[in-house]
């Protein structure tokens, strides 16, 4: 029988041998994060996919950033580490409900949050990230925006361009939308000292009552920062653990402890052993026309970021 420190110095072997690098989304657990070569926000495991030199890449994390990863890297062979763990907001959309939604806004720029399938992302000019969707909103030359699917985090955008024309649809995180702003009343009344750092998955409610607002690797970046020496996180638990595992001397609050990602805690470590193995995980194959047609809004991002 294995103990964990035994599978990890395995799997730290076994990449090696078969030529395997593991890219890891910041919500995956500290044991998998540990022998991951790369772990990011989904606009840096991007950035990592179009660059790592191994041959086969395996992903740790939903089935949307495992598609990126091979839209971008289309000579690897590309694992995602349980054929069970998408992204509910991915799925929200079908394609001929956006064709007949784009109808509606000829002129507006089709921007996707990279939460959606490879065939939504056929559809849309340019995709966006938490990280970079800011700035690439900003700088398009369309005054109209439509942002699919995740209105919280569109508003969030919209907020801060107010320049330009925002249409939505009723789609967003099912895990990040828990949060109320009851739970930031509750939070920052138990610990009146500590900034509230959320994602803008988050209802906008909410974000508009946080000190700061920014992805995965934002928040964790901002903790490591500040001097403070208390924080409130509203995003995935995970990130609230790997924080206090980070920084022991300083605290992480959970703002709600319903924010639980259970796709991204599907994955676990004897996933990754048995993936490298060959005997786990689903290998992603993309029709060349889908990847061709859904790269060019994948490289509008990395190239406006
Ligand atoms: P980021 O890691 O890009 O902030 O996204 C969070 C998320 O929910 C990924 O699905
Ligand atoms: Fe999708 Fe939300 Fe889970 Fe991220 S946290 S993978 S957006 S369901």
């Known amino acids: ?23 890891a989304h910041a919500y995956q657990s500290q044991d998998i994060l540990e022998v991951a070569d790369f772990i990011g926000d989904s606009f840096g495991l991007s950035q990592q996919a179009q660059t790592v030199p191994q041959k086969n890449l395996l992903m740790c994390g939903v089935r949307f950033m495992a598609e990126t990863a091979k839209i ?13 763990a998408g992204c509910p907001m991915a799925e929200q959309l079908t394609i001929e409900e956006l064709k007949e939604i784009k109808a509606q806004y000829p002129d507006a720029a089709v921007v996707a949050y990279i939460n959606t399938t490879s065939e939504l992302k056929t559809e849309c000019d340019v995709c966006v990230t938490s990280a970079s969707a800011l700035n690439i909103v900003k700088n398009l030359p369309n005054e109209e925006i439509l942002f699919i699917p995740d209105c919280n985090l569109g508003s969030w955008i919209e907020k801060q361009v107010p320049e330009k024309k925002f249409h939505f649809i009723k789609g967003g995180c099912p895990v990040h939308m828990r949060i109320t702003p009851d ?33 995965t690797t934002g928040i964790m970046k901002y903790a490591a920062n500040s001097d403070a020496k208390e924080f409130i996180i509203g995003t995935d638990n995970s990130i609230v653990q790997h924080l206090q595992f980070e920084h022991p001397d300083k605290k992480f609050y959970a703002l709600s402890k319903d924010c639980v990602c259970h796709d991204m805690r599907l994955t676990t470590l004897v996933d990754v052993y048995n ?29 406006m970021s």
């Open 183 to 215: 739970d930031v009343i509750k939070a920052r009344a138990a610990h009146p000292n500590a900034p509230l750092l959320v994602h803008p998955e988050c209802k906008k409610e909410v974000t508009a009552l946080a000190d700061y607002a920014g992805s």
């Open 72 to 84: 971008l890297s289309p000579d690897k062979k590309v694992i995602l580490s349980n054929p069970a």
């Open 1 to 23: 029988m294995y103990n964990t420190k035994d599978l990890q110095e395995a799997i730290i072997h076994l990449k090696k041998e078969k030529d395997v690098c593991i890219l």
């Open 275 to 303: 993936c490298i193995l060959g005997n786990a995980g689903e290998e992603i194959v993309l029709s060349d026309e889908t990847r061709i047609k859904a790269k060019k809004c994948i490289d509008a991002m990395l190239e």
